[in-house]
């Protein structure tokens, strides 16, 4: 079975200072590993993801993650942060005989203060 | 615009009634998911279909939730004798059938169980 730990459901930041969102996962397999945004009352938007290859990872806006297998992490920083930042973001893990369902953290809401 | 749609984007709907929602995928994706979304939680995998065929069920689905996806395409979830228990977002989301393949998700249906 696979799971996914975030730790902290709330981060605050000021802006321009560095951003990280953390990540562990559990799976049997080699995972493939997603960030995802929301913002308020929308669907999910993919920030990035993790299948094989480069393990440092580039996403939209800025974003990365590195996966590191030793770690089971998948952690997200940005090296700088923007108000519009501000939103929920969720770490999920993909794979398996079926390589169907997505499993997902709780969750990280990230607050940015000017 | 030729993303994931949903339809209702709310409901509200009173204690022991039934309800249906739909998704659209998008056109060329042959998968199809459902997730459910509570306040403060990640998304929850609720069945996903390759095709018409529903592949996977998760145990959260109990036989009051029945989906289908008569034609391939889209798909509807219907709850009957709806409980104050089933109020959350319902997330659809859509992809093509390969490992790591990315899931685009709709703006999901936010039910409210009186």
């Known amino acids: 079975a696979q799971s996914v730990t975030q730790l902290g459901s709330h981060v605050s930041v000021s802006e321009g200072a560095l951003v990280l969102l953390r990540c562990n996962y559990s799976?049997?397999?080699?995972?493939?590993l997603f960030w995802y945004v929301q913002y308020p009352n929308q669907g999910l938007q993919l920030l990035l993801k993790?299948?094989?290859?480069?393990?440092l990872v580039k996403g939209i806006n800025g974003f990365e993650a590195e996966f590191k297998k030793s770690e089971t992490s998948f952690h997200l920083t940005k090296p700088s942060a923007h108000m519009s930042d501000a939103a929920e973001y969720f770490c999920?893990?993909?794979?398996?005989?079926?390589?169907?369902?997505?499993?997902f953290g709780q969750g990280t809401i990230l607050t940015v203060h000017p | 615009d030729t993303g994931v749609s949903q339809d209702p984007r709310h409901k509200i709907t009173k204690r022991g009634q039934n309800v249906t929602f739909r998704c659209d995928p998008i056109?060329?994706?042959?998968?199809l998911y459902w997730y459910r979304q509570t306040l403060g939680q990640g998304p929850e995998f609720l069945t996903y279909?390759?095709?018409?065929?529903?592949?996977?069920k998760s145990r959260l689905l109990s036989d009051r939730f029945s989906a289908e996806r008569p034609k391939g395409s889209f798909s509807t979830l219907e709850i009957q004798r709806t409980e104050q228990g089933d109020s959350a977002m319902y997330l659809c989301?859509?992809?093509?059938?390969?490992?790591?393949?990315?899931?685009?998700f709709g703006p999901g249906t936010r039910l409210l169980v009186l």
């Open positions: 999920a893990v993909n794979r398996g005989t079926s390589y169907g369902k997505l499993t």
């Open positions: 799976s049997s397999v080699p995972p493939y």
């Open positions: 993790y299948t094989t290859g480069a393990t």
């Open positions: 056109s060329e994706h042959n998968r």
């Open positions: 279909f390759q095709n018409e065929a529903q592949l996977e």
């Open positions: 989301a859509s992809n093509f059938q390969r490992e790591g393949e990315t899931q685009y």
